[in-house]
Structure formats: structure tokens, C-alpha cells
């Protein structure tokens, strides 16, 4: 019963931490960081586990048998049991010292080994890199200083709430000594009985070995404390992202326009619990500022961490703006839920993930969509070719069906890319992203990929996030990021008379062609 208590206990615990990490925020994820929200999930809630098993057992148990164990000896010899329940508190004052300095230290190894699975995962997903680069020593030596700090702060708390035992074993021992002494004393005196002292110190054995017990609970439980508080500050975790009423001021007095950025500003892990000012040299955007209509284009260009992709982020609200205010259709985005703002996109975004599933269910995603969408999706991106091809003489499953290897390591770089755009426009989407999703394309299918979108999707609006300049130069509007801040906005002709960075990045990419 216990191990079963324990085990449905802590799935509903995974299940509400899991569901929870689904909702927050773009702010919150970088605030506790990934890989403690992994440890999180996973070795916090095995404490925890470790623990509701535990309290049902021995926790149970030994305060039976020390309660029943007293009641019994009062019975025998009151004032021999007066010695026993002196040494009761002094045992409490051990145990509650040494448990308020083991949490802590129970805290800080699991923060430790928050660092220690980052590093992990950053070896793991970038292996290639680290073998191409002859860095495997380098890596083997950053890991074992990660290892080396996790132990050596369990190492510090295991030692720490090592002084239970002795210390109860000590006290619990002095108490029988003192019990064996007066307990010859009252015999001699003919107060008591060679018999009652026998049984009493039998009494006095069977509590001894259940408090020694209660000191495995209280070791496992200052574990569980550390881990049950860095569970609770993510469940605890108040909603960052709201739904606001749809007030007068919510609506734009055009709303012709299908998305409006208004003097937008916004910067990167700044949690403001307290109403602080934004700073705008911490930016990452500053006044931003663009209106589009329904089925217009537009391409943005600028140097890396201009704030290009944070610009989606915004408006796909994964991140609350800080000031200014993003409308789509004439309303506030902050007025949609969630998924009925989410679901009127079709994202590719730069590091996307590809799943170990075939090629159809990578496309469709669970949305239900008919095998003729997919395929239309797939046309558009340019993809259908290819997939059509996976598969033939390996005696797999092959086209749709082919199994796609967990990130698409069975994919060229150009493949993935077609397959993730093949995702975005398979749902017919209202507003189209592509964050810098062409980068492994030829001219030619690149080419044929903008024909296609502009022939196919007229009424959707498109937001493109590119490198190079023959990627946007025929969208309808072009905006130029530097540093998070506006530099040119307007057409391609326009750009290259009034924007000077806009005309560099030309000249370097298209000068030789022109």
C-alpha cells in the first residue's frame, strides 16, 4: 500500500509540475532555466517519492511502537519512565537542529546538479561539434568539476545529517545506563522488581531501535523538504501571462490593419515583480513601431541579436511586452487566450525540433489535418520530392510513413528545413512566420518557395525572418533592425536610398550579381 501511495502520489505530482512548465512564460522558463526544471521533474520528485513511501512505512511504525512502548513502561515503573521521556526532548532539540542545517545543503546540491544536467545537455545535443573540434578532453574535464561540486555537497549534507544517529544512539544509550542504575537502586531498596527492570529494559531496546528508525525518515525527509520547496516554486509560480478584459482601449481606431505594433519595448530576463522602471540601454527591443495589412509581406533583416526573432516572441506572446502594446485584427493580444492566439499561427522558428515520428506525424503534429493538407504543405515548402523518395531500397516504410530519427539526424540540413516550413504552411495559418528557416536552401527551391507562398497563400500574413536579402527583397515592407532599435522601415527601392546599413548589406550580398 505504501509503494502504491507513493507511486500515484508522484505521478500526480509529475503530471501537475509538467502541466504547469507547459504554462509558463517565456520569462519564467529562462528564470528557472531548463535543465532545473528537468531536475525538477525528475530527481525532486523522486525524493519526494522516496519520502510519502518512507512516512508510510517507518513513519508510521516507530512512533507507534515509541508511544506504545512509553505508555507500557509507565505502567511497569513510573518513575524509570521519567528518565525515557527525559531524553525525548534532547533527541527533538538534535533532530531539529541538525534537519534545519540539512535542508540547505540539500537545496544547494540540487542546485548543483541543475549545472551539472546543463552540462550534459549541452554536450549531448552538440556532440558533433565538440568531436569535430577535438574538445572531448576539454568537455570530460568541465563535466568531472560539475560532478566534483555535486558530490562534494551531498557529501557535505550526508555528513551533516550524519550526526543524528550517533548523537541519538548516545543520549538513547545514556538514558539506558541511568535506567540499569536506578533501576538497581529501586530494586535493592525494595521499591521495585529484578523482573519489571528486565521487561523495562526490553521496552527501552524496542524504542532505542525505533527512534534510531525515525532517524532514516528525518534524513530522507530534510532531502524531500529541499526538493518538495523547489517543486512548489514552480506550481507556486503565479500565472505571468493574463488574460485581460477587452476594454474600449483595446480596440485600434483602424482596424484595417491585421497587426499593429505599437512603440513595443522589451528586454530579456528582467523580472519586474515591483514595477521597475525599464531601463532602455538593457533593452532588447526599444520603440518599435509597424502596421501591416491582411496578406501583406514583411521581411526583416538586421546583424545577429539585433532582436529579430524577439520581435516573434512578442508576438506569438511568449513574452509579456513592457511597454507598448501588439494588436492583431484591432485587438490587444494580451485580450486572446492563449491557444486562440497561438493557434492562428503557422512558426518556423530557427532552432526548431524535428521528433522521432514518421514524416506525417511531424507535419500534422496531432492537429487532425487531412493527408491532402499535408501534402499540399509539403508541395508548397518544396518538400514533396524528397519525401516522396525516403525510404525506397532500405525496405523501411517509406514517403509519409518514413520514420524520422529524433532532431532529423536522418535529414540533410535543406530536408529538415523543407519539412519544418511543410509543418508551418500545412494548417493554412493567418499569420506566417519564418524565422530564418531558408538558410540551408538553394536559390532555386528559396525562389520557388516565395513564388509559392505568394501564389498560395494571398490572404495570409507573412512575417520573414532572413539573412539574405534576395529572401525579402520583394516583400512588401521591410523593417532593419540594429542593436533592438528601428533603423529603416519601407520597401526595397525605399531602403536603398534612406537606409545606409540596408545598402551595405546589398552591396555585400548582391553587388557581385548587379
Known sequence: MAARVA?????????????????????????????????????????????????????????????GGILITATLDPVLTLILAGTLPLLGMVVYIVTKKGIPLYSAGQEATDRMVRTVRENISGIRVIKALSKTDYEKDRFAENNKAVVARELKAGITMAVIKPAMNLLLNLGLTLVVIVGAYRVNDGVSETGKIVAFLSYFTMILNAVLGITKVFTILSKAGASSKRISEVLNEEEDLKIEEITNSDEKSNIDYHIVFDNVSFTYNKREKSGVKLDDDLASIINISFVLKKGEALGIIGSTGAGKTTLVNLLMRYYDVEKGAIF???????????QELRSRFGVVFQNDSIFADTVKENIDLSRGLSIEQIEDGAKDAQAYDFIMQLGFGDGEDTGYEYPIATKGLNLSGGQKQRLLISRALAGNPEILILDDSSSALDYRTDS???????????????????????????????????????????NHEELLQTCEIYEEIYQSQMGDES
Open 7 to 67: 507511486g500515484d502520489a508522484v505521478k500526480h505530482i509529475r503530471n501537475d509540475l509538467f502541466e504547469k512548465i507547459q504554462q509558463l512564460s517565456g520569462a519564467q522558463v529562462d528564470f528557472f532555466s531548463i535543465p532545473s526544471l528537468v531536475s525538477r521533474m525528475t530527481s525532486d520528485t523522486y525524493n519526494v517519492h522516496q519520502m510519502i513511501g518512507m512516512m508510510q512505512r517507518m513513519g508510521v511504525r516507530a512512533p507507534i511502537i515509541i508511544i
Open 328 to 338: 492583431i485584427n484591432g485587438r490587444n493580444i494580451k485580450t486572446y487566450p492563449l
Open 448 to 490: 520557388n518557395l516565395r513564388k509559392a507562398m505568394r501564389d498560395h497563400f494571398k490572404e495570409t500574413t507573412k512575417i520573414v525572418i532572413a539573412q539574405r536579402i534576395s529572401s525579402i527583397m520583394n516583400m512588401d515592407h521591410i523593417l532593419v533592425l540594429d542593436e533592438g532599435q528601428l533603423i529603416g522601415y519601407g
